[in-house]
C-alpha cells in the first residue's frame, strides 16, 4: 500500500524539542527571531497539506520575536488550540456556527500562562465542532486535518491541529485540552506525548467553571518526555494548587519497581484492532524487562459509567444548542452547527431525567476508581480501540446514526480519567507498518500522580527511543 508522509524535519531547527531550541536562544546559538521565521515558513510549506491552521497571526510572532522573548521556553514557536482565547484572534470553537466570531478582547488562563513561559503563538490550531468528534472533518466542506504520518488518516481529535502540526516538525510543541481523551488520542494517532494532568493542577479554564462535572485538561502535545515535564514544571510555578502534591522538575526515571495494573479489554466493549494489541503487548514486555510488574486488572463500574458519560457528553451538545450565543456571543449562528451537535442534543432531550443520578455518579467516580490505586501504582491501556481510521470514518457529513457510533467504538479507554479527574499520558511506543501509523499506549494514575507519571514515561523514552517522522 502507498502512503503519503510530509515533515518539516529535512528543516535541522525542526529536529529541536522545544528545551533544545529554548537553550539555543539562551546561548545566542540562535535568535527566537530566526527561530520563529523558520516556523512560519516551515507552517506555509506544510499546512496546505496539513489543513492544522485555523488562523494563522505570523506577524505578530516575528514582531514578538524580533523584540526579544524570555522565559524557560523563550523563543519557541507554538500554536493555541481555537477553543482558547487569544487576545485579538477570533475563537471559532470548530464550529461555522462562529465563522464571524470577533477577535478575542483577552486571553484565557492557560494560554496566558504558556505565553509567559516565552512561547511565541504563531495562530490558532483546528478542532472539531467544540471538540464533540475525535476528527477534524467538518461538514461545511472545510479541508479536514490530516495526520502527518499518513495523509489519508484523521490526526485524531480533539486537538486534532495541534498534534499534527509538533507530529510533521512545524513546531516542537503545541497548546491541547483534553475532555474526553481530547490531548491523548491524538497523541496517540500522530505519535506523541500527550499529558493530560489531575483536574485542578493547572490554572481554570473560564469553560470549566460552567461545567458540573469538570472534564477538562489543559497541557501540551510533545514530541519529548522532558518538553512535557518542563512545562508542568513552570505551569507549577505559576499556579499551585495546595490540594494536590508537588510535582516539580522531574528529570530522573522511576527509582523502585512499579505494580501496574493492565486494561486490555475496552470498557465499551468494541473490538480492539491487532496493532493496538500489539503495541500494549510490546508495552508489557518492556516494562517487565525494567523490572516492573504487569497485571490484568478489572475496573468497577463501567457498564454504568459509559451510559453517565454519553449522557454528560450529550449534555454539553445540548447546552450549546439552546444557549450558544449566551455562551459565545451575538456571532453564533445556531443554524450552521452540525447534525452531530444536533443529534447529541436530541438525545439529551429523551433522557434528561437521567441528569441528576449521572451527575451524582461521574462526580463519585474518582473515589471508585481510588480503590484500584491500593493494589496498582498505575493502570496501564490502549488509548483508542483500534489506530487512526481513515479520513472519512468519523466525517461529520455522516448521518448521526451513523457516525456517533463509530464515535463510540473507537473512543473506548479515555474518558473515564476526564471524569475522575486522574491523571493519565499517551506515549508513542508501537508503530502498524501495514499503514504507517503510531499507536500510542496509556498509563493512568491516582489523582496528583504526575509525576510518576512522567518519571515512568523518561524510563521507557529512554528504553525504546520514539520514533518521529524525522
Not at 51 to 57: E, L, N
Request: with cysteine; net charge negative; hydrophobic share 40%.
Amino acid at each position: 500500500m502507498s502512503v503519503t508522509s510530509v515533515h518539516a524535519f529535512d528543516d535541522e531547527l525542526a529536529q529541536l524539542d522545544g528545551v533544545a531550541t529554548a537553550a539555543a536562544v539562551r546561548r545566542g546559538d540562535l535568535s527566537a527571531a530566526e527561530v520563529v521565521a523558520a516556523a512560519v515558513a516551515r507552517t506555509e510549506r506544510l499546512d496546505p497539506v496539513l489543513a492544522a491552521v485555523v488562523t494563522p497571526d505570523f506577524e505578530r510572532a516575528l514582531a514578538r520575536a524580533g523584540a526579544g522573548v524570555a522565559g524557560p521556553f523563550g523563543g519557541v514557536p507554538t500554536f493555541i488550540k481555537d477553543n482558547e482565547d487569544v487576545e485579538g484572534l477570533p475563537t471559532k470553537q470548530g464550529t461555522a456556527a462562529l465563522d464571524a466570531a470577533p477577535p478575542a478582547t483577552r486571553t484565557a488562563p492557560v494560554a496566558g500562562q504558556i505565553l509567559d513561559m516565552g512561547l511565541v503563538c504563531l495562530g490558532k490550531s483546528s478542532l472539531p465542532e467544540f471538540g464533540f468528534p475525535p476528527s477534524a472533518e467538518f461538514p461545511d466542506g472545510s479541508p479536514p486535518t490530516r495526520n502527518p504520518w499518513n495523509t489519508d488518516h484523521t490526526a485524531g481529535g480533539s486537538s486534532s491541529g495541534s498534534a499534527a502540526l509538533v507530529a510533521a516538525g512545524v513546531v516542537p510543541v503545541a497548546h491541547g485540552v483534553d475532555g474526553g481523551g481530547s490531548i491523548r488520542i491524538p497523541a496517540a494517532c500522530c505519535g506523541l506525548v500527550g499529558l493530560k494532568p489531575s483536574r485542578g493542577r493547572l490554572a481554570t479554564s473560564p469553560d470549566a467553571k460552567l461545567l458540573p462535572v469538570d472534564i477538562l485538561g489543559e497541557g501540551l502535545l510533545t514530541r519529548t518526555v522532558r518538553d512535557t515535564a518542563m512545562y508542568l514544571f513552570e505551569s507549577e510555578r505559576r499556579f499551585a494548587n495546595p490540594r494536590l502534591p508537588t510535582v516539580g522538575l522531574v528529570e530522573r526515571g522511576t527509582d523502585r519497581p512499579l505494580r501496574l495494573g493492565l486494561v486490555e479489554e475496552s470498557p465499551n466493549g468494541s473490538p480492539v484492532d491487532a496493532p493496538t494489541r500489539a503495541a500494549l503487548h510490546g508495552a508489557v514486555s518492556l516494562l517487565e524487562s525494567l523490572g516492573h510488574t504487569v497485571e490484568p486488572v478489572s475496573l468497577p463500574g463501567l457498564e454504568q459509567f459509559e451510559r453517565d458519560f454519553k449522557h454528560y457528553w450529550a449534555a454539553l451538545a445540548f447546552s450549546v444548542s439552546v444557549a450558544g450565543p449566551r455562551l459565545y456571543g451575538r456571532a453564533f449562528d445556531t443554524a450552521r452547527l452540525s447534525d452531530l451537535t444536533r443529534g447529541l442534543a436530541a438525545m439529551f432531550r429523551a433522557d434528561l431525567r437521567r441528569s441528576p443520578g449521572a451527575v451524582r455518579r461521574l462526580r463519585a467516580s474518582t473515589k471508585v476508581q481510588d480503590a484500584v490505586y491500593r493494589s496498582f501504582d498505575l493502570v496501564m491501556s490502549p488509548v483508542t480501540n483500534t489506530v487512526a481510521p481513515p479520513l472519512g470514518h468519523l466525517a461529520t457529513t455522516l448521518p448521526f446514526d451513523q457516525l456517533f457510533p463509530r464515535v463510540e467504538d473507537w473512543v473506548g479507554f479515555t474518558p473515564l480519567a476526564n471524569a475522575t479527574g486522574e491523571p493519565s499520558i499517551s506515549l508513542p511506543l508501537g508503530h502498524d507498518e501495514a499503514t504507517h501509523l503510531p499507536v500510542g499506549v496509556m498509563f493512568t494514575g491516582p489523582v496528583g500522580a504526575e509525576r510518576l507519571l512522567l518519571q515512568l514515561a523518561l524510563d521507557l523514552e529512554a528504553a525504546a527511543p520514539f520514533r518521529t517522522l524525522g
